[in-house]
């Protein structure tokens, strides 16, 4: 099925790697104008490269933001240039995040500070920038990636789980703040996904975790990245304040 968002326009954060770069990558195969936040120039100009190759129409448009989530007004006046030269966007995809694991007795306030401006904080300051837009559209997607980890929880990821946790409660509730405009808002969250991030882990965990899957693999950003078009398109204009579970059935 081609042209799912034609016309349409998509900003996904940390889209210049892994799951947000294939999210990104796929929307412009189906159609849309992409922007991209990021915090590597480097990684992001090779995204934007692939985004002109992959589009399917010469009225597409692609730009990339280095832009730390994170900060309120870093976010605030970068969108509020792209709703200057885009006029509105359709879809937001809030795909930033890190991870600083440790045991809670052993974690510094430092590292939960961060995880949780970074994963949390971040998907606060897009949406409430582009909630106004999208209401007055009486149109819009938003889908923010979380994780298993905020479903299940996991010893020496009290932060992480935490931002994930707070992604669900966050996006249920504005869900129904949005509703009466046309306004979806969902949640995707991935199970063990090949990632920089993944690719990190020992060998030992990695065998763990492929042990618990039903599906016995590891996914691929393009499994999340599928689940994301989906939420994106007409296809999901019936759905909102769900959380889409893409992890070869670990949490059945």
């Given at each position: 099925m081609q042209q799912m968002l034609k016309g349409k326009?998509?900003?996904?954060?940390?889209?210049?790697?892994?799951?947000?770069?294939?999210?990104a990558l796929q929307f412009a195969r189906q159609g849309a104008s992409v922007a991209i936040f990021?915090?590597?120039e480097e990684r992001a100009k090779a995204v934007l490269e692939e985004l002109e190759k992959a589009k399917i129409s010469e009225e597409q448009k692609f730009a990339y933001y280095l832009v730390d989530v994170a900060h309120s007004?870093?976010?605030?006046?970068?969108?509020?240039?792209?709703?200057?030269?885009?006029?509105?966007?359709?879809?937001?995809?809030?795909?930033a995040g890190i991870t600083r694991d440790n045991l809670l007795m052993r974690m510094s306030e430092e590292d939960w500070d961060l995880v949780v401006d970074v994963n949390l904080k971040s998907v606060y300051n897009t949406c409430r920038v582009l909630a106004r837009s999208?209401?007055?559209?009486?149109?819009?997607?938003?889908?923010?990636?979380?994780?298993?980890?905020?479903?299940?929880?996991?010893?020496?990821?009290?932060n992480y789980a935490a931002s994930k946790?707070?992604?669900i409660g966050f996006s249920k509730s504005l869900a129904k703040e949005l509703a009466s405009r046309n306004v979806?808002?969902?949640c995707i969250a991935p199970g063990y996904?090949?990632?920089?991030?993944?690719?990190?882990?020992?060998?030992?965990?990695?065998?763990?975790?492929?042990?618990?899957i039903p599906l016995s693999?590891?996914?691929?950003?393009?499994?999340?990245?599928?689940?994301?078009?989906?939420?994106?398109?007409?296809?999901?204009?019936?759905?909102?304040?769900?959380?889409?579970?893409?992890?070869?059935?670990?949490?059945?």
């Amino acid at each position: 099925m081609q042209q799912m968002l034609k016309g349409k326009k998509a900003l996904v954060t940390g889209g210049t790697a892994g799951i947000g770069r294939e999210i990104a990558l796929q929307f412009a195969r189906q159609g849309a104008s992409v922007a991209i936040f990021g915090t590597n120039e480097e990684r992001a100009k090779a995204v934007l490269e692939e985004l002109e190759k992959a589009k399917i129409s010469e009225e597409q448009k692609f730009a990339y933001y280095l832009v730390d989530v994170a900060h309120s007004k870093n976010v605030e006046g970068t969108v509020a240039n792209i709703l200057k030269d885009w006029s509105h966007i359709d879809i937001l995809v809030n795909n930033a995040g890190i991870t600083r694991d440790n045991l809670l007795m052993r974690m510094s306030e430092e590292d939960w500070d961060l995880v949780v401006d970074v994963n949390l904080k971040s998907v606060y300051n897009t949406c409430r920038v582009l909630a106004r837009s999208m209401m007055k559209a009486r149109s819009g997607k938003i889908i923010n990636i979380t994780s298993v980890i905020g479903l299940t929880g996991n010893a020496g990821q009290t932060n992480y789980a935490a931002s994930k946790s707070g992604m669900i409660g966050f996006s249920k509730s504005l869900a129904k703040e949005l509703a009466s405009r046309n306004v979806c808002v969902n949640c995707i969250a991935p199970g063990y996904i090949e990632t920089q991030m993944t690719q990190e882990l020992p060998a030992q965990v990695k065998e763990a975790v492929l042990s618990k899957i039903p599906l016995s693999r590891i996914g691929q950003p393009s499994d999340i990245a599928y689940a994301a078009l989906f939420l994106a398109s007409d296809l999901a204009n019936y759905i909102t304040g769900q959380v889409l579970t893409v992890d070869g059935g670990m949490v059945i």
